[in-house]
Nanobody
Framework: QVQLEESGGGTVQAGGSLRLSCKAS????????MGWYRQRPGMQRELVAK???????TYADSVKGRFTISRDNAKNTVYLQMNSLKPDDTAVYYC?????????????WGRGTQVTVSS
């Protein structure tokens, strides 16, 4: 099973920036999509951004123009550059990786990293 380790979370003031990183290790399947999800207090986990192995990115409407996802396939690492952060971005951010193995979709999750944006 793929292991994902996130880093880069922390506390920042509104308007500030953070960069999250997620490195995959013990890769046992070909990873197609890597992405970031978040869970805000009292809410369900939601997609923030995801990117395919050929660089196609998808963003939640709430982060478009502020967040940028990128990926280094050689390093099995995905990044999330978060600018113009708002208090509403406060959440636990989870890294996700997906790939197909013998016709079955495999999914792996990181443990999450806390992002807190103060007003």
């Amino acid at each position: 099973q793929v292991q994902l380790e996130e880093s880069g979370g922390g506390t920042v003031q509104a308007g500030g920036s953070l960069r999250l990183s997620c490195k995959a290790s013990k890769v046992t399947f070909s990873i197609n999509t890597m992405g970031w999800y978040r869970q805000r207090p009292g809410m369900q986990r939601e997609l923030v951004a995801k990117i395919t192995s050929d660089g196609r990115a998808t963003y939640a409407d709430s982060v478009k123009g502020r967040f940028t996802i990128s990926r280094d396939n050689a390093k099995n690492t995905v990044y999330l550059q978060m600018n113009s952060l708002k208090p509403d971005d406060t959440a636990v951010y989870y890294c996700n990786a997906e790939g197909w193995v013998s016709g079955i979709l495999r999914t792996a999750w990181g443990r999450g990293t806390q992002v807190t944006v103060s007003s």
